[in-house]
């Protein structure tokens, strides 16, 4: 991890970790919307930790532009969209539980005739 150097702090920069809770960081494409996304509000990469956690600086002066974008510029979560690969494997499990749900049924209704 980087470490916050003595000017960082001195010359007025403020720092915040935005986390996924689905990895969001780990796809190229979101990970350029994102960055772009926080531009707006002159928030900048510092480093990515991993496919969850990336953290992001700005001059404590940007947040005179904080009333002009759609998002809130202190944010530390960013679960919008949830991968392809992720709703495949719910919609998968749900479609095993209702499976294994209808043979039950099945099974208890030949057992009874």
Known sequence: MTSYSSQDLEDDWEFKILRSSYGAFGDSDQMAEILEEESQAGWVLVEKFDHQRIRLKRRAGEQRNDATIDFDPYRT????????????????????????????IGAAILKGL
């Open 77 to 104: 979560t960013f679960d919008e969209r949830m991968p392809a690969s992720t709703k495949t494997v719910l919609f998968g499990l749900l479609f095993f539980f209702l499976i294994l749900i209808a043979a039950g």
